[in-house]
């Protein structure tokens, strides 16, 4: 069992082992609380980028599905004459500086998130250890009116206009403990000040607001569903339909994210039959030959197969599923509100 799965099984389960972390808490939250106090007592000596910038992020641990949020909002804001670029950390890219990502960019340099959204988006992507450095970078070089930035709430050297957190539907905040007793990277008060609240759906879910989420956040908070398109061959770039899910006798499912249950759950909805195996890999992992089965039907995420286009691998029925959020109106409508109070300004 990995490190990762014990401590979610304390986080989000019943075993409660890391509550022997207790007696760190209050050097924790002295922690957490004065690096946002000094963002709020420093933010206007920050650099102030002349065209908005919106976060999105997580206050926990784990996937929450902000990769599909960043996809469905340059989409969207695309389709109302925007455009709008990227900036990420590029997680395992060992580059010091500031660095633009294009569609051929290796995903050992600049990460498989990065990659992926490049790839999907066709918007400019930047990565950089020091969001600052790779905001500026994307100001200097590309025409863009807004700046996404791929996670990094509690980034705060990166300023930002609008902030729009991911929530894990089904295991919302765990236990409610801050790091490493719970999954928390901030205290849930912090979702008092961003301007969004969201969660991924499947279709099958319903949309009320969770028990977990505080009564006095229930009118900033909006479920999304998230849809399965099709799934594409990394081999040959064929495109079928999701019925191919119901066809195959078998499936081995590969997923290297942060939560690989989602992945299933998603495959399960759409038909998945039993007898299916699975290999669920640390998030982020480097993938490589040996990884990936010689034979027999595989499917695996987006942002996993990135990592797979120049890996020299026989089996010619291995596919990845691609996905898309939907944004609802009421975030589509209170979103271009937010970004009304800024006047579009050229980067060059």
Not at 85 to 100: C, D, P
Not at 144 to 151: E, G, L, N
Not at 206 to 219: C, G, K, R
Request: proline share 5%; net charge neutral.
């Amino acid at each position: 069992m990995s490190l990762e799965t014990l401590f979610n099984a304390s986080w989000y389960g019943k075993s409660h082992w890391t509550k022997c972390f207790y007696p760190l808490m209050p050097l924790v939250r002295r922690f957490v609380k004065k690096k946002r106090q000094d963002f709020i007592d420093s933010e206007d000596l920050l650099f102030q980028s002349p065209v908005p910038v919106i976060v999105v992020g997580n206050i926990t641990v784990g996937g929450t599905g902000k990769s599909p949020m960043v996809v469905a909002l340059c989409e969207f804001l695309q389709s109302k004459g925007y455009s709008p670029g990227i900036v990420s950390r590029g997680y395992g890219s060992k580059n010091q500086e500031a660095l633009r990502v294009d569609s051929s960019s290796s995903p050992h340099q600049v990460g498989d998130e990065p990659l992926m959204l490049t790839r999907r988006t066709q918007c400019p992507v930047v990565i950089g250890r020091q969001r600052v450095q790779a905001l500026e970078k994307l100001l200097k070089e590309c025409d863009v009116d807004v700046v996404i930035s791929d996670d990094g709430l509690q980034h705060y050297a990166l300023n930002r206009d609008i902030e729009i957190v991911m929530v894990d539907y089904e295991r919302g905040f765990g236990n409610g403990e801050l790091l490493p007793v719970g999954p928390l990277r901030e205290p849930i008060e912090r979702l008092k000040e961003v301007n969004f609240i969201t969660s991924v759906i499947q279709s099958n879910q319903s949309s009320v607001v969770p028990e977990y989420m505080p009564q006095n956040l229930a009118e900033r908070f909006s479920c999304l569903q998230l849809d399965a398109v099709d799934l594409v061959n990394l081999k040959t770039g064929e495109v079928a339909g999701l019925s191919i899910l119901q066809r195959q006798i078998s499936w081995h499912l590969m997923a290297a994210i942060g939560n690989p249950n989602r992945f299933l759950n998603t495959l399960l909805l759409l038909g998945l039959r039993e007898g299916f195996t699975t290999n669920w890999l640390p998030d982020h992992y480097k993938l490589m030959v040996k990884d990936i089965p010689m034979h027999g039907a595989v499917v695996m995420t987006e942002k996993d197969a990135v990592k797979c286009l120049a890996l020299d691998f026989s089996n010619p029925d291995v596919w990845y599923l691609r996905i898309k959020l939907q944004l609802n109106d009421d975030f589509k409508f209170n979103l271009i509100n937010a970004l009304s109070n800024f006047t579009k300004v050229s980067s060059k």
